[in-house]
């Protein structure tokens, strides 16, 4: 269903595995569709992955009077991604406010090795006052 919203994702496939406020984890299955040169999932699927399930978790977090949209995301690639991977975002209730918000995302292999680490950019703001016309 996502993916129909925004195709891109229908690229990697991505299966939404837990989705709870504030919270929400992806899996990408290894294939050679998202493979990089040396057959271990190209970190951009990664990076996809992680773009997702953090679009997901502030679709079901984020409080009705405010809006997001991202504004950058910064990732360290720490270890080789040769399985299956398990893309996670996270934030506490609280930090829904007006501004930016660092989103925590981490991307785990099958032995919870983290492969991916980082945070995106999001920038919240209230919602426009509807028009009574």
């Keep these: 269903m996502v993916a129909r919203m925004a195709p891109y994702f229908g690229t990697i496939r991505p299966l939404i595995t837990e989705l709870r406020p504030n919270y929400c984890q992806c899996l990408i299955k290894k294939r ?45 690639y720490t270890a080789k991604a040769g399985s299956d991977i398990r893309c996670e975002a996270v934030v506490q209730p609280e930090q829904w406010v007006e501004g930016d918000l660092l989103v925590p995302v981490t991307a785990y292999d099958q032995h919870d090795v983290v492969v991916v680490k980082g945070h995106i950019k999001l920038w919240i703001s209230a919602k426009p006052a509807k028009s009574s016309a």
């Design 32 to 76: 050679k569709a998202v493979h990089n040169h040396i057959q271990t999932v190209h970190v951009i699927a990664i990076c996809n992955g992680l773009e997702m399930a953090m679009g997901v978790m502030a679709e079901a977090s984020i409080p009705a009077h405010l809006r997001w949209i991202p504004k950058g995301m910064s990732v360290d």
